[in-house]
């Protein structure tokens, strides 16, 4: 990349960028996505929710086509409750008690499929919505983490990190808004065993990772803070006694700030490798260090001869995982959407990342790849979107940046009114509050339905 | 060659089950190959029967080459190898391969554990290891699995563990992952008791070290501030060897953007507003401008710290 300023000012190409999301709502996936295929129900909200915040799924869908995915959504839903992620496990009329364990309920896949229902504007009145609830106690396990599915013998399956920790609280928000404690007949998820795990996956440099002591990633720490917002448990300064996750704010800040990084491509991030100097070339997270002499070693001064010596790079910085790791479109959105949820957004740069994104990672159909040059795929497409509006892309609707939901289907889901009795909102809730003996919380109870 | 079902006599028993899409409008459809599509008919059928055979492990083995992410049928071919007695030494010869082939997937490790955890032995795991981080140094899967390896078997104390993550650090005195492997291994296997003053001397030591071989590798620095905190010693232990790299009197001899942050902390502890101020003007402005944002921040924290005193 030549050094000077680009001679267009970066834009988004909307117009790609719809061409390429109703191409993925319309037609069949090329087959490069079968590994994809126990994901579909994720696949399924990215496309929705990307043409969503594009401004375009009024004009993208026809009544019956919205009604007919509403309908694949609840296709996918099981008998006792919670959905599957695609009918790939689904054994039709053959499915009974002795088999059902091999097309269970999971987490991603109900957490997913509720958002599309959501953005569809389905009111979830066909959702189970007890029986999930009364489920998600049943995927955490005694140490307080969440796994996806519940197998042989009530075994929770699935890793124990807080991908599903995030997805398991986001279904209990949606369902019962952030009313602690049993719900009728219903019991509640243990909240403060779920809380000690998350801090126990504190870092020693202040990331979050997947199990105590393992190395901080930006996916856990975004997980974990989305996770904490849903749960009312993030770090704020409240004396309510309540324990509250990320135990040194200030630390995770500076680790999260640090995943912005100058190492953008793979050259960038060979040039680290094995090369213990400390040239423009090797220093992708400070370039301005220009010392020469210092700290030589013949592959630095090599590698550091005619390289530039202004910090041009400034137009296009990128956001990388975990330290000295090369910038890549997802964790754009995995280090700065919990910051927009911790309420620091403001402590990173939208501008060159936004630029980096649009100039460097934006593909001419559309979409977003991983790295620079890389073809589009729906999920670094889609989050690549997401980051943009999480900083205020002219054009784009503004999105929940927990949810990954346009804040127009996030207020629809705030309407609905089984949601409002729950939540007591409407002022109605002395009728019901006061069966099923009498606990405080059982307003919604009656208005929860199925299972 | 692809693999079909419907003409091999093993299977003419077997009666596919279809997917149903359900409706005229499914979501996220893909378009599988015929071969995909007629295997997950078998699979369908088979599971739908519970049927736990070797040929099950053979198509199971063939969806997963096409699906790896696909997570019951991993599930189904644990139970299918504990129900048949299968030879798991076997499995893990059929697994490496496999794991190489598909470096970003969870649901290989998880079977790996299982099946490893069944052994009851670490013994070739080390190499495989070693094989997998060839491809990728810093492979997230492969350093947590180590890392179950460890707590498994007890390995926190065994020499060769650090020796072994010595020699990662040492080609690539960058590799974050390593750096935290040591931590793992110094921190993490005390279960929350503090480690002694001897190791805390060795650890410091060790981090200065590699600070002094590249002192714009943030690493080192993480991991030399993490265990002046867990040692619970105040920070400005720290200051020497940050003016080292960064003596603010001299603003063209910095070496360190870490060293300058380290100095802001212990300036901002020690009360010199200026110089804390001072330090991070240097970050924002000339050493680490991309975080511009941050460094302001932080001074604006120092601002409000005055007022508060």
Request: hydrophobic share 40%; net charge negative; aromatic share 10%.
């Amino acid at each position: 990349m030549a050094p000077g300023l680009p001679a267009e000012e970066s834009k988004l190409n909307y117009a790609a960028h719809i061409r390429y999301w109703r191409r993925n709502l319309k037609t069949f996936l090329p087959h490069h996505y079968t590994g994809n295929d126990s994901n579909r129900m994720m696949l399924a909200l990215f496309i929705l929710s990307a043409l969503d915040i594009l401004g375009d799924l009024q004009g993208a869908l026809s009544a019956e086509e919205r009604q007919g995915y509403i309908d694949w959504v609840y296709h996918c839903q099981l008998p006792e409750g919670g959905f599957r992620p695609s009918p790939a496990t689904d054994f039709g009329p053959a499915r009974n008690d002795e088999n059902k364990v091999w097309d269970p309920a999971h987490v991603p896949a109900t957490f997913f499929a509720l958002l599309i229902l959501t953005i569809l504007g389905d009111d979830l009145e066909r959702v189970k919505r007890r029986a999930i609830l009364a489920w998600l106690r049943t995927v955490q396990r005694p140490d307080g983490s969440f796994g996806e599915t519940v197998g042989e013998g009530g075994r929770v399956e699935g890793g124990n990190d807080s991908r599903f920790g995030y997805m398991a609280t986001a279904i209990r928000w949606i369902l019962r808004g952030n009313i602690e404690g049993p719900l009728g007949r219903v019991p509640d998820i243990d909240v403060d065993n779920f809380i000690d795990c998350i801090r126990k996956a504190e870092t020693y440099d202040g990331g979050l990772s997947e199990s105590p002591y393992h190395e901080g990633h930006a996916g856990f720490a975004c997980c974990a803070v989305h996770a904490l917002s849903f749960l009312d448990r993030l770090p704020v300064d409240k004396p309510d006694g309540r324990l509250r996750g990320i135990t040194n704010l200030p630390l995770t800040l500076h680790w999260l700030a640090s995943r912005q990084t100058l190492t953008l491509d793979d050259e960038d991030s060979i040039d680290t490798l094995g090369d213990e100097s400390d040239s423009a070339a090797t220093c992708h997270d400070a370039h301005s260090f220009l010392k020469l002499g210092s700290y030589p070693s013949s592959a630095g001064e090599q590698s550091f001869k005619d390289q530039p010596t202004s910090h041009f790079e400034l137009q296009w910085v990128g956001v990388n995982g975990r330290p000295n790791k090369i910038g890549d479109t997802c964790y754009s959105y995995w280090a700065c959407a919990p910051l927009k949820v911790l309420g620091y957004l403001d402590i990173v740069d939208g501008k060159p990342i936004r630029r980096w994104l649009l100039d460097r990672m934006q593909h001419l159909v559309g979409g977003f790849g991983k790295l620079p040059g890389d073809h589009p795929d729906i999920y670094h497409s889609f989050l690549g979107l997401v980051v943009l509006s999480i900083f205020g892309e002219t054009g784009l609707q503004d999105v929940d940046a927990a949810l990954c939901i346009t804040n127009r289907a996030k207020r629809q889901l705030e309407s609905l009114p089984w949601r409002r009795k729950i939540l007591g909102l409407d002022g109605v809730q002395n009728s019901d509050w006061a069966q099923d003996g009498g606990i405080a919380s059982v307003a919604g109870y009656a208005s929860i339905s199925g299972g | 060659m692809p693999k079909y079902y419907h003409d091999d006599p093993a299977w003419s028993d077997i009666d596919p089950l279809p997917q149903d899409d359900g409706t005229l409008h499914p979501l996220a459809a893909i378009a599988y190959t015929e071969e995909y599509s007629e295997a997950m008919g078998y699979l369908r059928a088979v599971m739908a029967k519970n049927e736990f055979s070797e040929r099950v492990l053979g198509l199971t083995e063939h969806i997963i080459s096409m699906n790896p992410a696909h997570y019951t049928v991993w599930l189904y071919r644990a139970k299918t190898l504990s129900q048949i007695n299968a030879s798991l030494r076997d499995e893990i010869a059929w697994l490496n391969p496999t794991a190489l082939k598909h470096l970003k997937n969870y649901q290989i490790w998880h079977h790996r554990q299982t099946i490893i955890d069944a052994l009851d032995s670490p013994d070739g795991e080390a190499d495989f290891i070693a094989t997998m981080l060839e491809q990728d140094a810093k492979n997230y899967h492969v350093w947590s699995y180590r890392q179950w390896l460890v707590k498994r078997f007890g390995l926190f104390d065994d020499e060769e563990e650090l020796r072994w993550t010595e020699s990662m650090i040492e080609s690539d005195v960058r590799n974050n992952s390593a750096w935290n492997h040591r931590w793992f291994l110094v921190v993490g296997g005390r279960d929350g008791q503090a480690i002694g003053e001897d190791v805390v001397a060795r650890e410091i030591d060790y981090a200065k070290r590699a600070v002094r071989k590249a002192p714009q590798n943030q690493c080192p620095w993480n991991y030399l501030k993490g265990i002046v905190r867990h040692a619970q010693l105040p920070i400005s232990t720290l200051k020497d060897f940050a003016l080292e790299f960064a003596d603010m009197r001299r603003p063209d001899d910095i070496y360190s953007s870490h060293a300058l942050d380290l100095l802001a902390d212990i300036y901002a502890e020690q009360e010199s507003k200026e110089e804390a101020e001072r330090a991070l003007h240097l970050l924002a402005t000339r050493f680490d401008p991309i975080r511009a944002h941050y460094w302001n921040y932080r001074k604006s924290l120092l601002e409000q710290a005055g007022t508060a005193a």
